[in-house]
């Protein structure tokens, strides 16, 4: 199993990941909202497990902010801070094709060697839309362009034409609710209730607006 950061794929190995804003760190994550030693990944064997270090901002599971040591399997997001990562899976080739990180023992597979859906990506890129807004604060800017990306997706979803798996419905409804703590006027309750329609099979709500950022 390999962890996916925005366009990068990092082979886990035998032992800790540890992943943080140090320098020090085998996955560096260069965000203030980010601790210097924020979290470990640890393989044991097959046994591939998530665990917070004591971070300020807290290790969110598939949505869920961990509190103790977590077995992790594919496809499961894993947020910290503002970032998403995901636990994929490289096939032979992809690996065969893998490139030295940074000039250290990482190795990565750049995304135009393609080893998730386009969907995934999509879903990558509207998370990475929604940090740059909000660590920007464009939200007027920004939010028609989110939301477009949104409903597209949603549209999808509906025609068929989009595999909306649980972990994916999550990251898609975190986007939902952080855009929405951007508008305390209520201008995108209307659109977030449409969203939390379309995600009702996960049980997902969107309708307790968290704490605008």
Known sequence: MWLKFRQTHFPLRQGQTLIGRSPYCSLVISSGRV???HAIVILTGSTLELEDLGSSNGTFLNGKKI?????????????????????????????ARAKTYD????????EDEPTTSTHDDALSVLESLVAAASDAQRYESLAPMIEKAVNSMVDEYKRGALELDEPRAIRLAACVARVVSWFPNGSRDAWRDHVEGALKPYGLRLSSRPPAP
């Open 67 to 95: 509190q103790e040591r977590r077995e992790l399997a594919l496809g499961d997001a894993i947020r910290i801070g503002t970032e998403f990562l995901e636990v994929v899976e490289v096939g032979s080739d992809e690996r």
């Open 35 to 37: 601790s210097r030693e």
């Open 103 to 110: 000039g250290e023992n990482y190795e990565a597979t750049r």
